[in-house]
């Protein structure tokens, strides 16, 4: 099977790290890559948001399935083209990416089919969601209605932080995806992330993890993208996963094909495990990062015919097989991440991979030879052991060798799970 896989950071290099590893794949093809999956893909320039560009690449290298990354192509309708031209591909259409387009669609798909999440309003300008917000009181959670690339989410804990957050939003601080504001009920609970393959018809459950989103030691500082994972989350019981899948992804699924737009891809749930059980507070249409790099690590089988599965609605034909032992990734960043930092500062070394450690890159790139750090999250130090304390400790020591003087980590990534295990929990 030819493959083309759509992307640039540690998610895609941790795709296309366990892609390689199949047997099935012939040519490998990545646009546009980075320094990482150099390693496993041939890295092609190819203009993504030109569905023709991409579509003729395809027919010209005889592609016979694309796996897109990131979610700004799916929102954009990539994967509508590529079906259209005959071509498989992985990923919803644009009418069911909307589920991560647009935070409101979300919202009212789970008022619509009853799943549990918290109580919201949509607003279209800043007086009357302030008004809302000041009725409800703090804590309260704002967030900017369409993509901001995982930055347009604030839980203000004070009134005055939530009411900034409007102002940020309908001022152009997100762009376009700040038109509108959904205003949502501050859930309480400890947060966990769960991975769901579906072909719009049959789901097949992943794994659970956990993924530290604020930027300081015990979750302190403003959120991020994700600084660190686990998997699988200690909080994501059999019964809560039994729970997830029956009240969330099952009438999301039913729903979605009701409404005319049967979803197909990776349904990946953000959720509140509160003392009601698990209530959904976003979903995405694309694997997470830095979730991704702990599940390939976990995975046993091969994942290019589970992803195919998905793009030809054969997914009742196959089964994931995951290693029982738990694996953890801390996120190396940029100083002064997610706020302004430097780019272009050199990394003069990576440690070797293992077959259960690995650095993935994130935001990197190469220029005059020499390999720079050119994002907000650049690197991703991934390990598996029989402890999250143990691959706490593997992944940590692949950081300290690292040699890159502008990058910082979080230094207590897996603190949850290891705390459970100290104390003798599960």
């Not at 948001?49 to 990131?70: E, R, Y």
């Not at 997914?315 to 994931?320: H, K, T």
């Not at 991979?353 to 890159?361: I, L, N, P, R």
Request: hydrophobic letters at 45%; proline letters at 5%; a negative charge.
């Amino acid at each position: 099977m030819n493959v083309l896989l759509i992307g640039s950071g540690g998610r895609e290099h941790a795709l296309a790290w366990k892609i390689a590893q199949s047997p099935l794949l012939g040519s490998f093809y990545a646009a546009p890559g980075n320094p990482g999956i150099a390693d496993h893909a041939t890295l092609v320039d190819l203009n993504v948001d030109d569905h023709a560009a991409v579509i003729a690449f395809c027919k010209d290298k005889s592609v016979d399935f694309v796996v897109v990354g990131p979610e700004a192509p799916l929102v954009a309708g990539l994967s509508d083209s590529l079906r259209e031209a005959g071509i498989d591909v992985f990923g919803p259409s644009k009418a069911a990416a909307q589920l991560e387009g647009s935070k409101g669609f979300t919202k009212d798909v789970c008022a619509r089919f009853n799943i549990p999440t918290g109580a919201y309003q949509r607003f279209n300008n800043a007086p009357k969601a302030k008004a809302y917000v000041r009725e409800q009181g703090a804590p309260i959670v704002i967030k900017a209605d369409g993509l901001a690339a995982g930055k347009g989410v604030t839980v203000a804990m004070t009134l005055d932080e939530a009411l900034s957050a409007i102002d940020d939003c309908f001022e152009g601080a997100f762009g376009a995806a700040g038109a509108e504001v959904v205003v949502e009920a501050y859930l309480d609970g400890e947060e966990a992330s769960f991975f769901c393959l579906c072909d719009g018809k049959t789901l097949l459950p992943l794994a659970t993890a956990q993924d530290h989103k604020r930027v300081g030691e015990g979750d302190t500082g403003p959120n991020t993208g994700g600084m660190g994972a686990y998997s699988p989350a200690p909080v994501m019981t059999h019964e809560m996963v039994e729970r997830t899948l029956k009240e969330i992804i099952e009438p999301t699924m039913r729903g979605m094909a009701e409404m005319g737009m049967p979803f197909s891809g990776v349904f990946f749930a953000g959720l509140m495990i509160t003392a009601k059980g698990p209530e959904l507070i976003e979903y995405n249409v694309r694997f997470g990062d830095p979730e991704t790099q702990v599940l390939v690590m976990r995975l046993k089988s091969d994942l290019l015919p589970l992803l195919h599965a998905c793009a030809t609605g054969t997914l009742d034909q196959v089964s994931a097989e995951w290693n029982n032992d738990p694996a953890l990734t801390v996120v190396l960043a940029a100083q002064g991440y997610p706020a302004a930092y430097d780019k272009n500062t050199p990394i003069t070394a990576i440690p070797q991979a293992s077959a259960d450690a690995k650095v993935f890159h994130a935001g990197t790139a190469i220029q005059d030879g020499a390999l720079v750090a050119t994002g907000g999250r650049v690197l991703n130090a991934t390990a598996c052991a029989p402890s999250v304390a143990q691959a706490q400790k593997k992944a940590y020591a692949l950081v300290d060798s690292v040699a890159w003087n502008n990058g910082f980590c979080r230094r207590d990534i897996g603190w949850r799970a290891i705390s459970r295990e100290d104390s003798g929990q599960k």
